[in-house]
Structure formats: structure tokens, C-alpha cells
């Protein structure tokens, strides 16, 4: 089972100023995901990311605002830019790797998240 | 219409209380049904997993799934404070390599369990 870190935990920013969140994987995994949880809503997800390829992402997502790297099979970014209050969430990096549950399927396992506040 | 929709709590029972929660579906393309919690500033952890229709029991949680209803519940017997999290259902459908990447999820319930 994977386990997932990424920094910051927490950040407080400025409107219009931009901030890349780390996603560090204790395995090489293949598939990446970068989600957004805001308040009172569900998980969306923002893009997937496999390394050695251009980043996929979501409808309502763009790259210009969400660019992600993925330079390894154990790390990724995500960068939130031009922020604005809007922006303000938890963002939850999340891999799918193998787990105890099913032979057949692959968990997805998520980091503590980055909780972003933007004024 | 939300693909997935969960019975918004907040949710407060006594300890030793039965809990039920629950989440509806629009997508009848939907294979695979999950439970997570989410403890307070935690990223959401895989509790059960079901596919298709059925039961599925746990120790002291027990998944349903309906899929004529396009109805999922999770049952949580004996809570307890530990038990305290938010909830959320996520579903997804099937892809050729038998792997589920593609989660929708609902927007969680808030239970908190008193002692």
C-alpha cells in the first residue's frame, strides 16, 4: 500500500500570487491524481498525471491555471496560479497502487492534502 | 443533478447506535462502489469496496448496494467515538484492465459518535 506525503500541509496566500504543492510517493506508481475538495462539496478531480506524458486534465480544469509535473514514477506537482479566493480548498494528491482489498482492483490512496487559503 | 448524491448530515448518534448513511446514483454505467473516511485534516481513506450488487460485511461495517435502486448504503453497528469521521460514497465504472481510476464521489456526511 502506498503511503503519500505532501507539502505544504497549509498555506495562506495572497490573491494573485501562485503556490506549487508537492506530492511525494514512498513507490513507483504509475498513475497520479490531483484532486479538489472544497467545502461542503465532493471530491473533484482536477487531472491525471503519468509520468512521461502531458498531464489530462478534467472539464472546468485548464493547464494554464493547474499546470502539473510529473518528472519521476514518485513525485508530482501541482501548481494553483494567479490565485484568487476561489481557490481556496484542500488539495489531495492520491496514486493507485495495489492493495489488500481485491486482487483485481486498484486502491486509490490519498495524502493528508494541502489545505490552501487564499485572501 | 449531481452523478452522485449523499444524505448531507451532520450526523449525531450515541455510542453503540446503529448508523445508516446512504448515496444515490444517476449513472447506471457505475460497477464499483467505495466507502471512504475522512478523519479531520486526513486525506480519505478506503473503508469497504463492493462491486456490483450485494452485500458485504466487514467486522462491524456492512456495504449495500443496489443497483436496480441506484442505491448504496453503508451500515456502521456498534459505532463508536473512534467511528467520528466524514463518509463519503464514490463510484466508479469499468475499464478494459479491470481497474476502477475514474471516481465520482459524493459530498460526505459528517458523523459524529458521543460517548
Known amino acids: 500500500s502506498a503511503v503519500i506525503s505532501q507539502k505544504p500541509s497549509r498555506d495562506i496566500c495572497q490573491r494573485g500570487t501562485s503556490l506549487t504543492i508537492q506530492c511525494q510517493v514512498d513507490s513507483q506508481v504509475t498513475m497520479m491524481f490531483w484532486y479538489r475538495q472544497q467545502p461542503g462539496q465532493s471530491l473533484t478531480l482536477i487531472a491525471t498525471a503519468n509520468q512521461g506524458s502531458e498531464a489530462t486534465y478534467e472539464s472546468g480544469f485548464v493547464i494554464d491555471k493547474f499546470p502539473i509535473s510529473r518528472p519521476n514514477l514518485t513525485f508530482s506537482t501541482l501548481t494553483v496560479s494567479n490565485m484568487s479566493p476561489e481557490d481556496s480548498s484542500i488539495y489531495l494528491c492520491s496514486v493507485e497502487d495495489v492493495g489488500p482489498r481485491a486482487n483485481y482492483y486498484n486502491e486509490q490512496f490519498f495524502g493528508p492534502g494541502t489545505r490552501l487559503t487564499v485572501l | 443533478q449531481k452523478e452522485v448524491e449523499q444524505d448531507p448530515g451532520p450526523l449525531s448518534v450515541p455510542e453503540g447506535a446503529i448508523v445508516s448513511l446512504n448515496c444515490t446514483y444517476s449513472n447506471s454505467a457505475f460497477q464499483y462502489f467505495m466507502w471512504y473516511r475522512q478523519y479531520s485534516r486526513k486525506g480519505p481513506e478506503l473503508l469497504m469496496y463492493?462491486?456490483?450488487?450485494g452485500n458485504k460485511e466487514d467486522g462491524r461495517f456492512t456495504a449495500q448496494v443496489d443497483k436496480s435502486s441506484k442505491y448504496i448504503s453503508l451500515f456502521i453497528r456498534d459505532s463508536q467515538p473512534s467511528d467520528s469521521a466524514t463518509y463519503l460514497c464514490?463510484?466508479?465504472?469499468?475499464?478494459?484492465?479491470?481497474?476502477?481510476?475514474?471516481?465520482?464521489f459524493g459530498s460526505g456526511t459528517q458523523l459524529t459518535v458521543l460517548p
Open positions: 464514490a463510484m466508479a465504472g469499468r475499464l478494459s484492465s479491470g481497474s476502477a481510476r475514474q471516481l465520482t
Open positions: 463492493t462491486y456490483s450488487s
